[in-house]
């Protein structure tokens, strides 16, 4: 009697599934090269195919059933085939712990493990060591770019596995601000701990029960942001449920507050601009975002070289007055 798996295709129906021989010592690839024998695709070009065991794609098609442990259990097949028309290419930027940047050309379709691939190829780091983040996202090998909504000039950031007593990077004391603000600076390590990986502008630095050690960062670039009305996902564990914030970092940037205040009726606070020039590392500006204090804040950030609008005609200023009330005008929108 010959032995038979169950073969899902997830390009197909919800029904559509096909029954392929198999001996427990066939590699993968045999396996699935059965398998496109016996399922036909309407022709296409076919540029990689995929099998997945409860969820979880078998990377190494050299590798036997035997060591996946599948003893007749059904498995998910997958197809990728060439598009019609030549896929647009994206430019991405990789950012390391150490301020390192590379370059890399992908495609909107191209999966998060086939990026991590690219990077092995350039840096010599191991694809599996890896661990990728993007607008505060953990980036899963089996996702495709679009999937994350990855543009042209996107940065991701690149961060390693380092051993568990691995401490936050050296900081420096600089200032206290006030009884509701202080202010530290912090020097890149290449001892910094998985998960602190900023990015130019806005961070948030969180407390999570996956690494209870040492916080970690939800980098959030440059604009607005109110952290209340935020969902902030771990750069480790990838979920949004064990997760606090706690303070909040600023890297190549101005930023200010604009806030309303829990006491004396309300009153309303906007703080000036401060300049995070790029040689002064990373700084981290702990004012309170737990609610204790303010009603509602608001962090704004923008570039070292972007000028205030003015208020009336909203282009940027460069020669101007400012009134009592604190507004900005061009001498002649005044």
């Known amino acids: 009697m010959i032995d038979l798996l169950e073969i899902i295709i997830a390009n197909s129906g919800p029904s559509n599934n096909i029954y392929v021989p198999y001996k427990i010592h066939d590699p993968i690839s045999l396996l699935l090269q059965r398998i496109q024998a016996t399922f036909h695709t309407s022709g296409s ?3 990689r195919q995929d099998l997945f065991l409860n969820g979880r794609r078998l990377k190494d098609h050299s590798k036997t059933l035997a060591h996946y442990r599948i003893y007749g259990r059904t498995l998910t097949y ?4 060439a598009p019609t028309q030549r896929p647009k290419k994206l430019s991405i930027y990789i950012a390391d712990a150490t301020g390192k940047v590379i370059l890399l050309t992908c495609c909107a379709d191209t999966l998060v493990e086939e990026v991590k691939q690219l990077i092995e190829g350039k840096k010599g780091i191991s694809a599996e060591e890896q661990s990728l983040t993007y607008a505060g996202m953990h980036l899963e090998d089996s996702r495709a770019l679009s999937y994350y909504r990855v543009y042209d000039g996107s940065t991701f950031h690149l961060a390693l596995p380092l051993p568990s007593n691995v401490t936050m990077p050296g900081i420096l004391f600089v200032d206290n601000l006030g009884t509701l603000v202080g202010d530290r600076k912090i020097k890149f390590s290449r001892n910094a701990s998985r998960g602190r990986v900023p990015t130019i502008g806005a961070n948030v630095e969180c407390e999570c029960r996956c690494t209870p050690a040492t916080r970690v960062i939800c980098p959030k670039g440059i604009g607005t942001l ?4 935020t969902i902030l996902i771990c750069p480790n564990c990838g979920t949004p449920d064990n997760i606090i914030p706690v303070a909040i970092g600023f890297l190549k940037c101005k930023y200010r507050f604009h806030g309303i205040m829990l006491s004396d009726g309300g009153e309303q606070f906007t703080s ?6 790029g040689d002064d590392s990373y700084h981290l500006a702990e004012i309170d975002i737990s609610g204790k204090y303010w009603r509602r804040l608001v962090i704004e950030t923008a570039g070292l070289d972007q000028l205030d ?4 005609c909203l282009k940027p200023l460069v020669i101007y007055e400012t009134k009592v009330c604190g507004h900005r005008f061009h001498m002649g929108c005044a």
């Open 45 to 47: 070009r076919i540029l």
């Open 78 to 81: 997958r197809t990728v085939s």
């Open 226 to 229: 109110e952290v209340a009305k």
């Open 272 to 277: 000036d601009w401060k300049e995070v020039q």
């Open 309 to 312: 609008p003015c208020t009336v």
